[in-house]
């Protein structure tokens, strides 16, 4: 099956500096890419997302890049500010239409 | 559209008793995910429905679980008997292929098994 590893398992930035984080896929059949923003207490809720056949998709401050070679894809946050603070997850969605989940970031921003 | 509804939010229950979750998934969505959110172990797949029907169990950790989805708009995680381990937040999530795979998640279920 899929194999999702996501790196680093926490982040701290300071307001204003951007974040970055990388995830790893095993399965070249997948071929969606969500990622997911949980604040604490509270379900995880769906961001920002990108097909195979897409390379890179923004949304205002946020933007996930997709390198299906090396298969691997990352979530970029600009201009970060302390809301962002939360556990973010990525995830691989394989041809089973199962969804395959990393093991999180804790992302802090400091004020 | 109400999202996809869980049922209890917060359930405590003593150790041996018999514990059901309850999941009304997104209308028209036909595929219902049950996962498991702990610390240790983060968000585990523990069984997969798509049309009603189970298409993957293999993540179920043992014979006192199981899951049954009788119609596309109700599905049920059963735990019989509890043990203190099984306390996590149990999440149900829903999704359709058409016109997209975007998967939401419920609320959860903080189970505490005392």
């Known amino acids: 099956g899929e194999n999702v590893e996501q790196h680093p398992s926490t982040l701290s930035v300071q307001e204003g500096d951007s974040a970055v984080i990388k995830c790893t896929y095993s399965d070249s059949a997948s071929n969606y890419f969500p990622w997911y923003k949980q604040e604490l207490g509270k379900r995880p809720q769906l961001i920002i997302d990108?097909?195979?056949?897409?390379g890179e998709k923004k949304d205002q401050r946020i933007a996930v890049t997709l390198n299906k070679t090396a298969k691997h894809f990352s979530l970029h946050i600009t201009e970060t500010q302390p809301e962002d603070s939360a556990v973010y997850f990525c995830a691989a969605m394989n041809t089973g239409n199962q969804f395959y989940f990393g093991t999180g970031t804790s992302l802090t921003v400091i004020p | 559209d109400a999202g996809v509804i869980q049922s209890p939010r917060h359930e405590v229950t003593e150790m041996g008793q018999e514990v059901t979750l309850r999941c009304k998934p997104i209308s028209g969505h036909n595929s219902l995910f049950w996962y498991r959110q702990t610390m240790m172990r983060g968000l585990e797949l523990l069984i997969y429905f798509n049309n009603n029907v189970p298409i993957d169990d293999s993540g179920m950790p043992e014979d006192r679980f199981s899951a049954k989805m009788p119609n596309a708009s109700f599905s049920t995680l059963k735990i019989q008997p509890s043990e203190p381990r099984d306390s996590a937040v149990y999440f149900c999530?829903?999704?359709?292929?058409?016109?997209?795979?975007?998967?939401?998640f419920g609320s959860g279920t903080q189970l505490s098994v005392l």
């Open positions: 999530a829903s999704s359709s292929r058409t016109p997209n795979e975007k998967l939401f």
């Open positions: 990108i097909r195979s056949n897409v």
